[in-house]
């Protein structure tokens, strides 16, 4: 879900875009669309629920052990599957600079995406490069907390989904 220069709303709107205190999944509001096109980093926001539904499981990541067996996931499109790959987790405040969406010169994505590297949890091995596509998962660090959970993904593969 998405609206245009809106990240509040699906906060509390559910995919249908009626009112509903635990919101849905939704992209930002600056990116420009799909994964592996267009904008080369998207983020997507989710509820961290107590439950474990939309991020509520994202938390997971600071346990040991747990990167090791969860180090890829899948976002489907109408038409497409995008397999990414963990390259970083961290907390940070809700306001950070690692909320950018579009870059000029590959240098200045390069140094974004070093950025994203070097405030990981645990060092991956994982740096991409100016020419993939990343994705940025989002979810409330505690319930009220001015902090962030963010789990960064590498896109490694695509294909056309129902594959045929």
């Not at 930002?28 to 980093?41: A, F, K, Q, T």
């Not at 579009?102 to 590297?117: A, S, T």
């Not at 645990?122 to 789990?151: A, H, M, N």
């Amino acid at each position: 879900m998405q609206i245009e220069d809106n990240n509040t709303y699906y906060l509390k709107h559910n995919f249908y875009k009626e009112k509903d205190k635990n919101g849905t999944l939704f992209l930002d509001g600056r990116s420009d669309y799909l994964p592996g096109e267009r904008d080369d980093n998207l983020i997507i926001y989710g509820h961290n629920m107590r439950n474990g539904t939309m991020f509520g499981s994202l938390k997971h990541f600071e346990e040991d052990g747990v990167y090791d067996a969860n180090q890829y996931f899948t976002i489907y499109t109408e038409d497409m599957a995008y397999r990414y790959h963990v390259f970083s987790y961290f907390t940070t405040k809700y306001n950070s600079d690692v909320y950018r969406i579009g870059f000029g010169p590959d240098e200045v994505y390069q140094d974004y995406l070093n950025d994203l590297v070097s405030r990981s949890v645990i060092e991956t091995g994982i740096v991409p490069s100016t020419d993939q596509k990343i994705v940025l998962l989002s979810t409330c660090k505690g319930s009220g907390t001015d902090y962030r959970f963010i789990v960064c993904g590498v896109c490694e593969a695509s294909h056309a989904y129902p594959a045929e």
